[in-house]
Structure formats: C-alpha cells, structure tokens
C-alpha cells in the first residue's frame, strides 16, 4: 500500500499586512457585498479579482426564485472578468459575506465546490494560481492558488488524450 500527504499552509494576515494590490481587491470585494442580490438567503457575498491588465472586476451573488438557478459571486466576478477581458490572466480573487444584519461573517466565505472547480479552470487559461483572499473577523486568509482547496479537482488533463 502506498499513502500520500496532502498538507496546506495558509497564511493569515492582517489588514495592515496587506499589499496594495490586496488591499485594492478586498476593498472592492467589500463594496460589491452591497450590489448582492439576495432577497432569499439574506447573505450578501461580494467578490472581486484583480487582473493582469490593472483592471478590478466584481461580482456579487444573484439569486432567483427557482434557487438553483441563482449564481455565486465569485463566479459572477471570475465570468464576467473572463468575458470582458477573455485574454487578461486574474492574479488575486478575493470572496467576502455579510450576514442579513449586514455584519462581515466570523469565519472565511470560501468558495462553494462548483465555484473552486471554476476557479481551477481559470487558473488553467491563465497558466498560474490566481491568488485567493478570504477576509473573516480573524484576519484575511489567503491561499496561494486553488489546488489547496480543491485538491484532486477535475482538470483539462483528464480529457486530453
Ligand atoms: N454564495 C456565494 O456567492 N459564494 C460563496 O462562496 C458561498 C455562497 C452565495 C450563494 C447564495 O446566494 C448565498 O451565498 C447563500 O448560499
């Protein structure tokens, strides 16, 4: 029998830790948390991905009567960045929720699994990790490419010969 690790570091800053450019995406995701539309669930999530070309695209989650046909907001962000500027590579992403009492959430906002397999495929156009910033009350989580969140996601590998 043979075992393999599967370990993850994941550093935790604080705001003053931030780069600019960090700072810049978070501060972008926290204003597009205002642009949710969320009437069923209450929960505002905003997100935003800063691109290679300087550009900052948001996102926010738009819901429907028919839920499932409601989209998350970091794929909002991640699409709409794809479609507007198909050959730009996305460097950071950060996703962030508030609460129906318009309180930031006390832990991470991470990605549903359907959004973490569209942030694999984006990393794939763009040929590098997209950097993932999660701002929760303890501090700004961030992960250094999706693979730690999603590891053994389906890839474009699997479908080549
Ligand atoms: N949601 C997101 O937009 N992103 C996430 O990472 C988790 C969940 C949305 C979907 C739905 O509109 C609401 O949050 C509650 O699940």
Avoid: W
């Avoid at 370990?7 to 600019?20: G, V």
């Avoid at 505002?44 to 996102?59: M, S």
């Amino acid at each position: 029998m043979k075992t393999i690790e599967i370990a993850a570091k994941i550093r935790i800053l604080d705001e003053s830790e931030l780069t600019l450019d960090q700072k810049n995406v978070v501060d972008a995701a926290k204003l597009a948390t205002s642009r949710s539309y969320s009437p069923y669930s209450h929960y505002k999530v905003g997100a935003a991905c800063l691109l290679d070309n300087g550009e900052i695209i948001t996102g926010s989650n738009q819901e429907n009567a028919a839920y499932p046909s409601g989209l998350c907001a970091e794929r909002t962000a991640v699409f709409y960045a794809q479609s507007r500027y198909p050959e730009a590579r996305i460097l950071k992403l950060c996703i962030i929720g508030k609460t129906a009492s318009d309180i930031y959430s006390k832990g991470v906002c991470a990605p549903c699994g359907a959004c973490r397999q569209v942030i694999l495929e984006a990393e794939y156009r763009n040929g590098a990790p997209i950097e993932i910033l999660l701002p929760s009350q303890q501090g700004i989580y961030v992960i250094n490419g999706i693979s730690t969140l999603l590891p053994f996601g389906f890839s474009y590998d699997e479908v080549t010969e």
